[in-house]
Antibody, heavy 120, light 106 residues
Framework: EVQLVESGGGLVQPGRSLKLSCAAS????????MAWVRQAPKKGLEWVAT????????YYPDSVKGRFTISRDNAKSSLYLQMNSLKSEDTATYYC?????????????WGQGTLVTVSS | DIQMTQSPASLSASLGETVTIECRAS??????LAWYQQKPGNSPQLLIY???SLADGVPSRFSGSGSGTQYSLKINSLQSEDVASYFC????????FGGGTKLELK
């Protein structure tokens, strides 16, 4: 059974940093692109970052480019999101997601999410 | 950037009714479209990928169609467990979600 378990969320002040983690199990982690997707309270979904199988390629929307960094450790089956210069608009539940079969674009599995609150 | 416009934003329907949700892309996305269901308090779950392929374990009353810039999700014979929010997502050029449709029972 595929499992994705996020951790690291919490309350952080504007301008500070936070690092999220996602522990994956139930599949061969190194074979799949992975992603982070967020959802502000009572709002829709926003793609935040995607990383290739080896970690050599990363992709971000303009809203987080230069502030967020996605990374992975295939030996530990773990995904990370380093978030710097946090803003109030980054407040959201952050989901770790696995892409579908290798090379596909949809998100086949999602974690339960971790809440990040940016406030002074 | 590809914009995804979903309609309606909210929808009220009766048990057993057929429901259709629309999604329009700002440019041709060549059927690179997925649909997700998110029940209250839960994370999203994949329903449909490649515009019309049913994900594993998804009931056959759900179906997807469309091409080019216009896509739709149809739910036949609405059940109480279908009360949820639904999101479309394009993956032709990076990844973008529609604004969502909140489905309630009438």
């Amino acid at each position: 059974e595929v499992q994705l378990v996020e951790s690291g969320g919490g309350l952080v002040q504007p301008g500070r940093s936070l690092k999220l983690s996602c522990a994956a199990s139930g599949f061969t982690f190194s074979n799949y692109y992975m992603a982070w997707v967020r959802q502000a309270p009572k709002k829709g979904l926003e793609w935040v970052a995607t990383i290739s199988t080896s970690g050599s390629r990363t992709y971000y929307p303009d809203s987080v480019k230069g502030r967020f960094t996605i990374s992975r450790d295939n030996a530990k089956s773990s995904l990370y999101l380093q978030m710097n210069s946090l803003k109030s608009e980054d407040t959201a539940t952050y989901y770790c997601a696995r892409h579908g079969y290798p090379g596909s674009g949809w998100f086949a599995y999602w974690g339960q999410g971790t809440l990040v609150t940016v406030s002074s | 950037d590809i914009q995804m416009t979903q309609s309606p934003a909210s929808l009220s329907a009766s048990l057993g009714e057929t429901v259709t949700i629309e999604c329009r892309a700002s440019e041709d996305i060549y059927s690179n479209l997925a649909w997700y269901q998110q029940k209250p308090g839960n994370s999203p779950q994949l329903l449909i990928y490649d515009a019309n392929s049913l994900a594993d374990g998804v009931p056959s009353r759900f179906s997807g169609s469309g091409s080019g810039t216009q896509y739709s999700l149809k739910i036949n014979s609405l059940q109480s467990e279908d009360v949820a929010s639904y999101f479309c997502q394009q993956y032709n050029n990076y990844w973008t979600f529609g604004g969502g449709t909140k489905l309630e029972l009438k």
